[in-house]
């Protein structure tokens, strides 16, 4: 028996739904992951009916699709981690959709802008001030981007100094 529970740091799926582009899996703790079929072949290509006919596993740490062979994992998509396997790579090559595997070694932990932000102790603005600038690397994920620990590890935000407030009006003496 699966005595799984839920907490902030280990949320489990309650259902998924479904859009035309994207499906999102909405959480225990109250988040929705939205994620593009893209990211998982078998669902792109899926028909709605067949996208719908879904079955929660292990009381919660993921969802199958029996009719099309896909799974999916509540860790994998809090990492924002996609299908990586052989296949999907080449579905995806062959689609014109982005190279994950350059953006998602395996053996790497992917971090969101927000917990960038949480584990650098600055703002999320900042964070993405960072990346805009070329100082933080990130991949571009749909909407949003993704940072690796690897990089987080090493980058030291620099301080932007702001200019000093001076008076304009001089003092003048002897006059």
């Known amino acids: 028996m699966n005595t799984a529970k839920t907490t902030l740091a280990n949320p489990l799926l309650e259902r998924v739904s479904f859009s035309s582009e994207a499906f999102t899996v909405h959480l225990s703790n109250g988040l929705a992951l939205i994620v593009p079929y893209w990211w998982y072949p078998r669902l792109y290509k899926a028909t709605p009916a067949q996208r719908k006919r879904y079955e929660i596993?292990?009381?919660?740490?993921?969802?199958?699709?029996?009719?099309?062979?896909?799974?999916?994992?509540?860790?994998?998509?809090?990492?924002?981690?996609?299908?990586?396997?052989?296949?999907?790579?080449?579905?995806?090559?062959?689609?014109?959709?982005?190279?994950l595997h350059a953006a998602f070694p395996r053996s790497e932990k992917m971090y969101s802008v927000t917990e960038a932000a949480q584990i650098l102790g600055i703002s999320r603005q900042q964070v993405n001030n960072y990346i805009k600038s070329g100082q933080l690397e990130a991949a571009r994920v749909g909407n949003t981007f993704t940072i690796a620990e690897r990089v987080l590890g090493s980058f030291r935000p620099k301080s932007v100094g702001r200019p000093r407030a001076t008076n304009p009006r001089k003092e003048l003496s002897g006059v």
């Open 57 to 99: 596993i292990g009381n919660g740490i993921g969802a199958t699709w029996e009719d099309i062979d896909e799974d999916i994992h509540v860790s994998g998509l809090l990492q924002q981690k996609p299908d990586l396997s052989h296949d999907a790579a080449q579905w995806r090559a062959e689609n014109g959709f982005p190279n």
